[in-house]
C-alpha cells in the first residue's frame, strides 16, 4: 500500500497568519494519464470530511482561495495564506492512484490546526 | 444540494451482521461511484469499499475483504453496505461518500454524508 505521511500533526496559528502542511506519499502520485492523484480534506469538529483541493492544486467549488495546494511526484503541500478562526479542524492528504492489489485510497494520519 | 443521509448503525455483538444504507438525493445517482470511508473513534480515515455507477466494477480494502459487500439500488438512490462476521476493529463511524466520477478507482470524494456509528462489542 502507499504510504502517506503528514507532518507536522498539530499546528497552532494566530488568525492571519499563514499554515503549512506538508504530505509525502512512498510512491509517486503521477499517473501515466497525466494526472497526479493526490487530494486535501478539512475536517472541522464535529462534522463530516470536506473536499478542499482535488489533484494537487484544484481548490473544490466553494473553497477560498487562501487555500492552495502544489507538489509533484511525491512530495505535497498545503497552504493557508492567512488563518482564520473557520480553518480549525483535522486536515488529511489522500492518494487514489493505486489500483488492486493493495488499499485503493489512503489517508494521510491528518494535521489537527488550531488557533493561537 | 447534494444529500447523503447514512442509516442502520447501531451495537452489534462481535460475529454478528449489520446493513447499512445511505439515501441519495441533489443529484443523478445512477452517474457517479460511491463509497463507503470510516473512521475509529479518533482516529483517521479508512476507505472500505467502492462501486461504480452501473454496479459492474466493485472494490474493497483488505481488511474488510470477504466480510463486507457492497450494493446499490439505482432506482432508490440508496447504496447499501452489508457488513458481515464483525469485529471489534469494525468499530467506527461509517461515511457514505459520492465519487467524482462513474467508476470507483483512481477517483475522489467530493461530497460526504455526516456517518452512522457502528459499535462491535459483547
Known amino acids: 500500500d502507499i504510504v502517506m505521511t503528514q507532518t507536522p500533526l498539530s499546528l497552532s496559528v494566530t488568525p492571519g497568519q499563514p499554515a503549512s502542511i506538508s504530505c509525502k506519499s512512498s510512491q509517486s502520485l503521477l499517473h501515466s494519464d497525466g494526472k497526479t492523484y493526490l487530494y486535501w480534506y478539512l475536517q472541522k469538529p464535529g462534522q463530516s470530511p470536506q473536499l478542499l483541493i482535488y489533484e494537487v492544486s484544484n481548490r473544490f467549488s466553494g473553497v477560498p482561495d487562501r487555500f492552495s495546494g502544489s507538489g509533484s511526484g511525491t512530495d505535497f503541500t498545503l497552504k493557508i495564506s492567512r488563518v482564520e478562526a473557520e480553518d480549525v479542524g483535522v486536515y488529511y492528504c489522500?492518494?487514489?492512484?493505486?489500483?488492486?492489489?493493495?488499499?485503493?485510497?489512503?489517508f494521510g494520519q491528518g494535521t489537527k490546526l488550531e488557533i493561537k | 444540494e447534494v444529500q447523503l443521509v447514512e442509516s442502520g448503525g447501531g451495537l452489534v455483538q462481535p460475529g454478528r451482521s449489520l446493513r447499512l444504507s445511505c439515501a441519495a438525493s441533489?443529484?443523478?445517482?445512477?452517474?457517479?461511484?460511491m463509497h463507503w470511508v470510516r473512521q475509529a473513534p479518533g482516529k483517521g480515515l479508512e476507505w472500505v469499499s467502492g462501486?461504480?455507477?452501473?454496479?459492474?466494477?466493485?472494490g474493497y480494502a483488505d481488511s474488510v475483504k470477504g466480510r463486507f459487500t457492497i450494493s446499490r439500488d439505482n432506482a432508490k438512490n440508496s447504496l447499501y453496505l452489508q457488513m458481515n462476521s464483525l469485529r471489534a476493529e469494525d468499530t467506527a463511524l461509517y461515511y457514505c461518500?459520492?465519487?467524482?466520477?462513474?467508476?470507483?478507482?483512481?477517483?475522489?470524494?467530493?461530497?460526504w454524508g455526516q456517518g452512522t456509528l457502528v459499535t462491535v462489542s459483547s
Open positions: 441533489g443529484f443523478t445517482f445512477d452517474d457517479y461511484a
Open positions: 462501486i461504480s455507477w452501473n454496479s459492474g466494477s466493485i
Open positions: 461518500a459520492k465519487g467524482y466520477d462513474y467508476v470507483w478507482g483512481r477517483n475522489y470524494f467530493d461530497y
Open positions: 489522500m492518494q487514489s492512484i493505486q489500483l488492486p492489489p493493495g488499499s485503493l485510497y489512503t
